[in-house]
């Protein structure tokens, strides 16, 4: 049995006439530059989580970099984030000249560690960057208090966390709704995945709404008329119609991503060799990847792979120890949490449309591995 970690075609066959009208009509319309598809489905989002601002940009690289530049994450300024990410969560601060100050994560979450980042403000600390990764948000209350504790200002890269919730002064919120900004990547994995690349930024505030709006047009209140040194980075007419059909099926989606997690759960619990995702108190969890932390992890992953089950390590180098980023003068052994986790973490085939047939045999080829 052949098991992809990840396929776009069964849902496009599940709902293939909505795709291919919802393509149809945004072709025909010609509109292919902020089309009236960008705007209404902006304003879906914010009717799915609650937001009251959203702005579609091209990819959610480019939606951290704007954030980043809004806020001033740059000329030198430290921004506190976690070192085991994918690279864009820092890379927003680097290339804007700001300096990323690194912090070590949970062990059971895989979430920035709070009380290690406290430790690393100091004076010219600017912002916080916490990253929701794999199925639930960071701990926003404490990053929340040291927020206001230090005067500083949050932005969350909730790029792996559409439909994520967390529990915050009573009340359960959407990721990347608590900080000043929040963020969200449509990239074809994701949740709510594109046909291609396709970016948000959401937040509550109306003035770095407007901000937002004008940076992803070069900076323009209007055409051809600048207020900033802006981008040139819009979400696609065509990847905010193929969004609003995914949009429309999203709570179906998120529930079987929850039932395959269940299973594994399940069909995993009794081996030793296998720790599971931990979901801390007052985290509502959504699946976007289903990581493992495996004894003897590249070995086990030859053997999936060898059985035609596909894989993915989250991830293979931790920031620190990238050669870009070299100048920070960080070494091995500074963040050991993340270093282990680096040799330990596996994906499994997580997607809506994965069979429990094909969670059964992965499971099952797990279990031969360490017999």
């Given amino acids: 049995m052949k098991v992809p970690f990840y396929d776009a075609t069964r849902e496009y066959k599940l709902y293939k006439s909505e795709f291919d009208n919802a393509i149809s009509n945004a072709v025909s319309s010609g509109a292919f530059i902020l089309g009236k598809q960008v705007s209404e489905f902006e304003e879906a989002v914010c009717n799915y989580t ?19 530049d809004i806020l001033e994450y740059k000329n030198n300024a430290e921004i506190i984030t976690p070192v085991f990410t994918f690279f864009a969560s820092t890379s927003c601060i680097a290339r804007l000249g700001g300096k990323p100050i690194f912090c070590d994560v949970d062990e059971e979450t895989f979430n920035i560690n709070f009380t290690d980042a406290e430790n690393r403000i100091t004076n010219k600390t600017k912002g916080i960057l916490p990253v929701h990764l794999f199925l639930q948000t960071a701990d926003m209350t404490s990053c929340m208090e040291l927020a206001k504790k230090y005067n500083l200002s949050v932005l969350e890269d909730a790029a792996e966390a559409f439909g994520m919730k967390t529990k915050y002064n009573g009340e359960y ?24 690349d396709g970016g948000m930024i959401i937040t509550n505030n109306e003035e770095l709404y407007k901000k937002a709006k004008s940076y992803r047009v070069h900076g323009a209140s209007k055409k051809y008329h600048h207020d900033y040194i802006g981008y040139n980075s819009r979400l696609d ?16 989606s998120l529930e079987l991503r929850k039932k395959h997690a269940a299973l594994y759960r399940k069909l995993l619990n009794d081996l030793p060799q296998i720790k599971l995702p931990v979901i801390k108190d007052g985290n509502q969890e959504v699946n976007y990847v289903f990581c493992i932390k495996a004894e003897k992890r590249d070995a086990l992953e030859a053997h999936l792979n060898s059985r035609e089950i596909g894989t993915s390590i989250y991830y293979p180098v931790p920031l620190h120890l990238q050669k870009c980023f070299e100048y920070l003068g960080y070494k091995k052994g500074d963040f050991p949490v993340a270093e282990k986790l680096c040799e330990t973490v596996l994906a499994l085939p997580m997607f809506p449309e994965l069979k429990e047939e094909e969670i059964s045999f992965v499971c099952e080829s797990i279990k031969e591995f360490y017999k």
């Fill in 173 to 196: 919120i959407h990721a990347g709704l608590i900080g000043d900004f929040g963020i969200f990547s449509f990239f074809p994995t994701k949740t709510l995945g594109g046909y291609g």
């Fill in 50 to 68: 609650g937001a009251k601002y959203a702005v579609g940009v091209a990819n959610g690289s480019d939606a951290l970099v704007i954030a980043s």
């Fill in 237 to 252: 007419t065509l990847q905010a119609a193929i969004l609003q059909v995914k949009l429309s099926h999203i709570n179906k």
